[in-house]
């Protein structure tokens, strides 16, 4: 606490997401494509400590080589567009201790921009309502809004930033297998053939399974557009989906525009056995579940 009875500074958990299903509808005027998809938490998670500074400037501090400290970072972005709408003048630290891995399919970065958002919302006291923060989250990505509701699933729909959280409480186990390569959104995307995606309706196929916690039959109906595209990029990327099927795990596939492949498993024993024997191969494997 300072003097004058401010907080001082604010820790915040900013964890990953998967989706369970993501249909791309079509390519909209504006460039982007209108999607549909369940998001869903999980409970690997980076940290993010933001405090005053008396430097005036917005301040970055990261371990990770890949974090870049500058504009390009989502969470420079949010605490400029902050700073600049509601004439912050002090200064800001923000520590990220980083656990997600980075251009992953996992919004990492969108994650950590939602924590920056509605921890800055605390600690500058800019009193936004929900309604605000979302608007801010969907000019900062698509992915952003999500994050700022504390539920484990929601339906996205739009660029993926229209959030209707669900009331689901059925927790899943998965092991998660992310390859040391960065896939970038925007590729993956001009990749995509629009006519070779799905035209069925994979949201309303797969939420009675997810809701009655019917892991055998969510495992088949959980799906991702955007699997051609990512395959066109690296096609040996098959082989790592093939290697969990044949180790045992159901329902693999990929998140958001990959590389991370996850498979849903019936227990976290069983998330616990895949994620040793894969980590053998691969440096970045986790046993994560629902949060
Ligand atoms: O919104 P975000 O910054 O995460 O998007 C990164 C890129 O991914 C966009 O510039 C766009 O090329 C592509 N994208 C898209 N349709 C979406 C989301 C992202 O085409 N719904």
């Known amino acids: 606490m300072s003097k004058r009875g401010e907080m001082d500074r604010l820790t915040i958990h900013s964890p990953a997401k998967l989706n369970l299903v993501l249909d791309v509808l079509g390519k909209r005027p504006d460039g982007f494509h209108e999607l549909r998809t369940i998001f869903e938490r999980i409970n690997l998670a980076d940290q993010i400590t933001l405090s005053r500074s008396k430097s005036k400037k917005i301040n970055i501090c990261c371990s990770h080589p890949h974090v870049p400290r500058g504009p390009s970072n989502l969470v420079f972005k949010a605490a400029m567009m902050l700073a600049k709408d509601f004439s912050i003048s002090e200064g800001l630290n923000i520590d990220i201790i980083k656990k997600i891995p980075v251009a992953a399919g996992l919004a990492g970065g969108s994650s950590n921009a939602a924590a920056v958002l509605t921890g800055l919302n605390r600690l500058w006291r800019l009193g936004m309502k929900p309604q605000k923060l979302a608007s801010y989250a969907s000019r900062i990505g698509s992915d952003v809004a999500f994050f700022l509701y504390d539920r484990s699933y929601a339906l996205g729909t739009g660029r993926g930033e229209l959030i209707e959280p669900l009331d689901v409480r059925t927790k899943l186990w998965h092991v998660l297998v992310t390859p040391r390569v960065?896939?970038?959104?925007?590729?993956?995307?001009?990749?995509?053939?629009?006519?070779?995606?799905?035209?069925?309706?994979?949201?309303?196929?797969?939420?009675?399974?997810?809701?009655?916690?019917?892991?055998?039959?969510?495992?088949?109906?959980?799906?991702?557009?955007?699997?051609?595209?990512?395959?066109?990029?690296?096609?040996?990327?098959?082989?790592?989906?093939?290697?969990?099927?044949?180790?045992?795990?159901?329902?693999?596939?990929?998140?958001?525009?990959?590389?991370?492949?996850?498979?849903?498993?019936?227990?976290?024993?069983?998330?616990?056995?895949?994620?040793?024997?894969?980590?053998?191969?691969?440096?970045?494997?986790?046993?994560?579940?629902?949060?």
């Open 182 to 291: 960065k896939m970038y959104t925007k590729e993956v995307f001009a990749r995509l053939k629009l006519n070779l995606t799905n035209k069925k309706d994979s949201v309303n196929i797969l939420l009675p399974f997810l809701r009655k916690g019917d892991l055998t039959r969510l495992a088949g109906a959980l799906s991702n557009d955007l699997e051609p595209a990512i395959l066109s990029l690296r096609p040996d990327f098959i082989y790592l989906k093939k290697k969990l099927i044949d180790a045992g795990a159901t329902g693999v596939c990929f998140s958001g525009s990959g590389p991370s492949v996850f498979a849903c498993v019936e227990s976290q024993q069983h998330a616990e056995s895949l994620r040793a024997r894969f980590d053998r191969r691969y440096t970045q494997v986790f046993a994560v579940s629902t949060l």
